[in-house]
């Protein structure tokens, strides 16, 4: 642990070096980063101004949020995900309070009110990361950066350039789709942004999600040398992905309209705003399922070691963005709208190219996943005529009945055509949590549960499949059978000394009933692996023991 924690500070010292030098870059020459960007804005000097101020605001941005990911890949691979998934609420409610606030500090300061918006987003930059440390701190890491280096940095900046240059994709495209709306005069570049925050919703609740869950627990398996079950587990998370996305898209596509007035239409966005950016919206929408799946696939390829096949396609895809965007905006007479559409047919060719990637690297996927599929376009074609059955009571905030309507059928049909996502999603949404442990747990195993809690933990040690925890309490001995865990305790055996450690267990969750699938203890986290226990990230729901 310590060993991992001098490596994240020698990469942290790394970071913040490359990111002050880009931040002071982006203050100094914020003119030249407008233009960059959205060179039509020349056109009006006072525009321009703007931009430029607002750039110069924003130049720590970029390091807060680096910063914030950082702590959270941290975080994710100790088995912590809720902090991380809700530390980009803290942006939120900082902008929230700008927007609340922009009025006034309009009166004090005389600066324009979206100077206050701007200030709020960097300061919910920052809170993003803040609100990470103790949780970091807990764990026994002290932010220490340092250049001094470390042996395993080679590595870890072998998968960063690929991943840099993956994940500039979106970035690219958004950035060629901005530099030509803005050659449309004003509007069409902030119906852009508004349509693709809207695409954003279900690719950081839930394509982000999947992602990072995706990568731990495909990292752990790479690691551990179960490779044979690479196939299995990257399917479970295509499968869920698309469940949840599919139906999203396709609302975003129906209910364009609605949905944007209903966000968007008050003060200066006007109702021929709306039209403009429901029909960029529709457009965005058809690239929503490339553009999650992306999200997903790319980090399944670093945990797996392939992190420059992916590279290869996005180095691609950037290079016909240029292309295709100018045909379809110019030559086939689609204007701004041609813009999203360009974003869609390249995000899906790349997920084409990214899925049949993993065919080589990994083997096959199960055959499953082609015929769950299946079953989500037939669901998702129920939905979609019921959606436009209700369209015409989707006004204001009608809209909010109308999705839930529609995402219960879609559910409900999901479950009688057979798959079994619904049932997952519904389980791990439910607020309640059972009360110990379920019966399933055999009474030596609870027993030997309850004693180890109380128990102060001396040393943990893998031996020939088999864990021994030795504490004040005695030696535990932790068995693996059919990917069930089982505990023996043998009370003559004990160790004085020690520290207690809180007790955990991971259930495992199928169509029978949950097993013991894995325990956590303070740092120490097993699983069960049909008949050998191995230390991981153990998943499923856990029970306080």
């Not at 309070?97 to 709020?120: R, T, Y």
């Not at 609870?446 to 925890?469: G, P, Q, Y």
């Amino acid at each position: 642990m310590k060993a991992a924690f001098r490596l994240a500070n020698a990469f942290l010292g790394i970071l913040m070096l490359v990111l002050g030098l880009v931040t002071v870059l982006t203050f100094v020459f914020a003119d030249g980063w407008v233009y960059l960007i959205a060179a039509g804005f020349a056109a009006s000097p006072d525009k321009f101004a703007l931009s430029a101020k607002l750039t110069r605001i924003l130049s720590p941005f970029l390091a807060s949020v680096s910063l914030a990911s950082l702590f959270m890949g941290m975080l994710n691979v100790r088995g912590k995900f809720f902090l991380p998934a809700i530390a980009p609420a803290t942006f939120n409610v900082a902008v929230i309070l700008g927007c609340l606030l922009a009025a006034p500090f309009e009166d004090w300061s005389g600066q324009p009110a979206i100077v206050a918006v701007g200030i709020a987003s960097l300061v919910g930059g920052f809170g993003q990361f803040a609100v990470q440390i103790p949780a970091l701190y807990r764990d026994g890491y002290h932010i220490r950066p340092n250049l001094k280096g470390h042996p395993a940095l080679t590595r870890l900046l072998k998968f960063f350039i690929p991943a840099f240059i993956g994940i500039m994709t979106v970035q690219f495209a958004l950035l060629v789709e901005s530099q030509i709306a803005s050659r449309f005069g004003d509007g069409p570049v902030s119906h852009l942004l508004y349509a693709f925050r809207l695409v954003q919703l279900p690719n950081a609740i839930v394509a982000a999600s999947v992602g990072t869950a995706a990568l731990a627990g495909l990292s752990t398996l790479a690691a551990s040398g179960r490779r044979r079950d690479l196939p299995g587990a990257l399917a479970e998370a295509f499968t869920l992905n698309s469940f949840l996305v599919l139906p999203s898209a396709i609302g975003l596509y129906i209910l364009a309209e609605p949905l944007v007035a209903l966000m968007y239409e008050r003060g200066a966005f006007t109702p021929a705003d709306s039209q403009a950016t429901a029909a960029i919206l529709k457009m965005y929408a058809i690239a929503t399922w490339g553009i999650c799946f992306h999200r997903v696939a790319l980090p399944s390829y670093y945990a797996i070691g392939h992190p420059y096949y992916p590279m290869g396609i996005a180095i691609l895809t950037m290079a016909a963005k240029v292309p295709v965007a100018v045909v379809l905006v110019y030559s086939l007479n689609l204007g701004v709208v041609g813009l999203p559409l360009s974003h869609a047919i390249l995000v899906m060719v790349e997920s084409a190219l990214l899925w049949r990637g993993f065919k080589s690297r990994i083997g096959p996927l199960p055959g499953r996943i082609y015929t769950d599929h299946l079953r989500m376009l037939v669901a998702s074609a129920l939905m979609a005529a019921s959606t436009i059955f209700m369209r015409p009571w989707a006004e204001g905030f009608m809209v909010a009945p109308v999705v839930m309507a529609a995402g219960v059928l879609y559910f409900a049909s999901s479950h009688l055509l057979g798959l079994d996502a619904p049932g997952k999603v519904i389980s791990r949404m439910l607020p309640w949590r059972p009360r110990g442990l379920p019966p399933s747990v055999d009474a030596q195993t609870r027993a030997a549960l309850s004693l180890l809690k109380t128990a102060a933990v001396v040393s943990l040690e893998l031996s020939d499949k088999i864990a021994f925890v030795e504490s004040d309490k005695g030696r535990f001995t932790v068995r693996a059978r059919d990917g069930q865990l089982f505990l023996e305790n043998d009370p003559d055996i004990a160790t004085p000394g020690g520290e207690r450690m809180k007790v955990t267990a991971v259930m495992l969750l199928g169509k029978g009933p949950p097993v013991l699938h894995g325990i956590v203890l303070g740092g120490y986290n097993l699983l069960a692996s049909a008949d050998r226990v191995q230390e991981g990230m153990a998943e499923g729901p856990r029970i306080p023991v």
